[in-house]
């Protein structure tokens, strides 16, 4: 297989001056820390939004026993569950993002690997995440190759897996409470306000869903390629 014009050269400076591989190291070791940061935030924007739905249906259990299931009830309820939307909203975005950054630090990760095929072609067989910087080389880093979900089901059910899938997840089910709330609060039957609120989740899981992979497929389009993936590389 051929190799690319200035790879050659770029493998003997590389080689040859014993202060690259120091650098590339360090550069490894802040990716390491950038990753791990965006994915403890990630976790704790998680577990801080699900603290404060938890807590306000406690809130709202309490405030239940106090006055009864009365239209002041639902009033509030319907408030509380609009505050929880907004936190949800907030939260998703952020996590998103900081799923991005993880996935643009191990694109930066698979660059220095690359570079340390460069200097030691004969690591390769050891490496086991990839070390090219398109998509295909970011998934196999993350373990999504060939044993990975690929149906549509696996994928959805993967996706919901996930932090962020979560978090869209409960998103999604406060829109259908929040939906039936209004609809009982509107007269609807109870029945009726069941039907609403369930489409009402549907539709919002969707949406995110949908927002979600669009915003992966934008953040893949804008990925700098340096070090694509051979032929070979992509069916292995």
Do not use: C, K
């Not at 259908?176 to 306000?193: E, F, R």
């Amino acid at each position: 297989m051929d190799e690319p014009a200035g790879t050659s050269d770029r493998r003997g400076d590389l080689a040859v001056d014993p202060r690259a591989l120091q650098i590339l190291a360090t550069e490894h070791w802040s990716l390491l820390s950038a990753r791990s940061l965006a994915y403890n935030e990630a976790f704790t924007r998680a577990g801080m939004f699900l603290t404060f739905v938890s807590m306000s249906f406690v809130g709202l259990a309490l405030l239940a026993q106090a006055t009864g299931f009365t239209p002041d009830f639902l009033l509030i309820t319907a408030v509380v569950l609009g505050f929880d939307l907004v936190i949800a909203l907030v939260t998703f975005m952020r996590v998103g993002a900081a799923n991005l950054e993880d996935t643009l630090a191990m694109q930066a990760m698979n660059r220095i690997r690359h570079a340390y095929l460069e200097i030691s072609p004969g690591v390769a067989p050891y490496l086991t995440p990839g070390t090219t910087d398109d998509i295909a080389g970011v998934l196999r880093s993350y373990g999504y190759g060939d044993s990975g979900p690929q149906s549509v089901l696996g994928n959805i059910l993967y996706g919901l897996s996930t932090s962020l899938g979560l978090v869209a997840l409960v998103t999604a089910m406060l829109v259908g409470l929040l939906g039936g709330v209004v609809a009982i609060a509107s007269g609807a039957a109870t029945l009726g306000a069941i039907a609403v609120g369930a489409v009402a989740g549907l539709l919002a899981l969707v949406l995110l869903m949908g927002f979600a992979y669009r915003a992966a497929m934008r953040a893949q389009a804008n990925l700098e390629v340096r070090f694509p993936s051979t032929t070979d590389e992509r069916t292995t």
